[in-house]
């Protein structure tokens, strides 16, 4: 059981937009500390998508984007593209003094 | 440029003692507010953080894994060293380790990640 909670999968159409959300509690999100996003494509590392709540990485397009709000927080995807299909996973820090991630979410490009 | 490579065994049997070794290059780990953490995945399951150390050689461990945990940093050899004693058939999978910036912060570069498969 994650300490981050997110939806298991996710799907849309080529061009749409999807969210993906991430809910935590007052003790990591809600605590006021910053979540961050990563892409696993099949077979491969996780690769930093959003840092602090809302910044992308050099090169991360800007059809992804973050957003917090409370005690959750989600990862916006615009113009979805074939590509786009993999895991995505939150992440954030907790008041025990330990990094924790969200429970991962598939996303099918239908 | 920053890379990150694991080593270790591949196979280990169930109640020996896992060592990897994180070897970094393009970062120092005397840099204030970077660390190195290690993170594993079971096959088709999700990411588990399980350490980290910082610049400082603060450690901060998973509540649940943390009696079974040590992590170390050798600084002049660019490296990190993850230890788990008691190893079990249910941690086998995919152990990675990653720069980690910021006190509470996120892992921006990663390695490639080793297989590890626990089994008699």
């Known amino acids: 059981q994650s300490v981050l909670t997110q939806p298991p999968s996710v799907s849309g159409a080529p061009g749409q937009r999807v969210t993906i959300s991430c809910t935590g509690s007052n003790s990591n999100i809600g605590a006021g500390y910053d979540v961050h996003w990563y892409q696993q494509l099949p077979g491969t590392a996780p690769k930093l998508l959003i840092y602090d709540n809302v910044n992308r990485p050099s090169g991360v397009p800007d059809r992804f984007s973050g957003s917090k709000s409370g005690t959750s927080a989600s990862l916006a995807i615009t113009g979805l593209q074939a590509e786009d299909e993999a895991d995505y996973y939150c992440q954030s820090y907790d008041s025990s003094l330990s990094v924790v991630f969200g429970g991962g979410t598939k996303l099918t490009v239908l | 440029q920053i890379t990150l490579k694991e080593s270790g065994p591949t196979l280990v049997k169930p109640t020996q003692t896992l060592t990897l070794t994180c070897s970094f290059s393009?970062?120092?780990?005397?840099?204030?507010?970077?660390?190195v953490g290690w993170i594993r995945q079971p096959p088709g399951k999700a990411l588990e953080w399980l350490a980290l150390?910082?610049?400082?050689?603060?450690?901060r461990y998973s509540p649940s894994l943390k009696t079974r945990l040590t992590i170390t940093k050798d600084t002049s050899k660019n490296q990190v060293v993850l230890t788990m004693t008691n190893m079990d058939p249910v941690d086998t999978g995919t152990y990675y380790c990653?720069?980690?910036?910021?006190?509470?912060?996120?892992?921006?570069?990663w390695g490639q990640g080793t297989l590890v498969t626990v089994s008699s």
């Open positions: 393009g970062f120092s780990l005397s840099t204030s507010g970077v660390g």
């Open positions: 990653a720069q980690y910036f910021g006190t509470s912060g996120y892992h921006d570069y």
């Open positions: 150390i910082y610049w400082d050689d603060d450690k």
